[in-house]
Nanobody
Framework: QVQLVESGGGLVQAGGSLRLSCVAS????????MGWFRQTPEKEREFVAA????????YYADSVKGRFTVSRDNAKNTVTLQMNSLKPEDTAVYYC?????????????????WGQGTQVTVSS
């Protein structure tokens, strides 16, 4: 069992930055691929970024590539999403998720555990 708690969301102007964190409970965090997803009332939950268990490989949606960076600290059971050059279209509830899988997957249904989400609002 893994419990995930996100933090770091908020209101920021376009062009600004935010840093989201996700802290996991449990001793097996280092074995999970970790993903970040986002969702708005108008859209289904969509993949944003993922990082493999070792942290050696990262993956990004085209819409955030070059602006967002995902990282993890397995000693602290933490995964982080650094978001720069934010745009109004990045406004969403952001979720972290854990996937017992080697590699990464972009489909929300593949992930085993989810956090409660944190709101990110980017004003124009």
């Amino acid at each position: 069992q893994v419990q995930l708690v996100e933090s770091g969301g908020g209101l920021v102007q376009a062009g600004g930055s935010l840093r989201l964190s996700c802290v996991a409970s449990g001793r097996t965090f280092s074995r999970y691929t970790m993903g970040w997803f986002r969702q708005t009332p108008e859209k289904e939950r969509e993949f944003v970024a993922a990082i493999t268990a070792s942290g050696d490989n990262t993956y990004y949606a085209d819409s955030v590539k070059g602006r967002f960076t995902v990282s993890r600290d397995n000693a602290k059971n933490t995964v982080t999403l650094q978001m720069n050059s934010l745009k109004p279209e990045d406004t969403a509830v952001y979720y972290c998720a854990a996937d017992w899988f080697t590699g990464y997957r972009i489909y929300p249904g593949s992930y085993d555990y989810w956090g409660q989400g944190t709101q990110v609002t980017v004003s124009s």
